[in-house]
């Protein structure tokens, strides 16, 4: 079991708009920032958002992280079928001293 | 520019201790504020984040792997090492290794991940 809590699936149309929800406590995503990854089946994780809402370079701003209190939230507009991925949420967690992930959400692009 | 690549065996028996190794390039292993954390995937299932250590050779495990785990590096060769002991079947997994930026908890960059699967 996750310390951080993602839905384990996700489906919209192309061209639309779909969110990610990634939710943990006071001591991590409440203390600490909140990154994302990326990863196609079959391939190592990519860095999609670090510091709760920034993109490194290449990342096209499609995408887009904010963080409220305990949870924070991935955004994907304009969705393309190559989004198809499985998406983790990611943070330091003050109280264990580790960092921890999310399950994962699978998107599908229908 | 930053890779890392994993090397180790790809097949180990229950019981055993594997050793994987991170070969590094692009960057020090001594610069202030940088570190190394392995991360593994069962197939199918989530990313576990299982170790990190940083610019000063301080060391983080995860608390349920902690007794198993060890990471250490080598600096001149620009490695780091994962040992983990009494390997079991649950395991088999895709270990990463991954470059944390400075004084950063994220993870940049990733090498391509080395599967190991345990069993008899």
């Known amino acids: 079991q996750s310390v951080l809590t993602q839905p384990p699936s996700v489906s919209a149309a192309p061209g639309q708009r779909v969110t990610f929800s990634c939710s943990g406590s006071n001591s991590n995503i409440g203390s600490n920032y909140v990154s994302w990854y990326q990863q196609v089946p079959g391939t190592a994780p990519k860095l999609l958002i670090y510091?709760?809402?920034q993109r490194p370079s290449g990342i096209p701003d499609r995408f887009s992280g904010s963080k409220s209190g305990t949870s924070a939230t991935l955004g994907i507009t304009g969705l393309q079928t190559g989004d198809e991925a499985d998406y983790y949420c990611a943070t330091w967690d003050s109280g264990l001293s580790v960092s921890v992930f999310g399950g994962g959400t699978k998107l599908t692009v229908l | 520019q930053i890779t890392l690549k994993e090397s180790g065996p790809t097949l180990v028996k229950p019981t055993q201790t594997l050793t994987l190794t991170c070969t590094c390039s692009?960057?020090?292993?001594?610069?202030?504020?940088?570190?190394v954390a392995w991360i593994r995937q069962p197939p199918g299932k989530a990313l576990e984040w299982l170790a990190v250590?940083?610019?000063?050779?301080?060391?983080r495990y995860s608390p349920s792997l902690r007794s198993r785990l060890t990471i250490t590096k080598d600096t001149s060769k620009k490695q780091v090492v994962l040992t983990m002991t009494n390997m079991d079947p649950v395991d088999t997994a895709t270990y990463y290794c991954?470059?944390?930026?400075?004084?950063?908890?994220?993870?940049?960059?990733w090498g391509q991940g080395t599967l190991v699967t345990v069993s008899s």
């Open positions: 510091h709760n809402n």
């Open positions: 692009g960057f020090s292993l001594t610069t202030r504020g940088v570190g």
């Open positions: 991954a470059h944390l930026p400075s004084f950063a908890y994220y993870f940049d960059y």
């Open positions: 250590i940083n610019w000063e050779a301080d060391e």
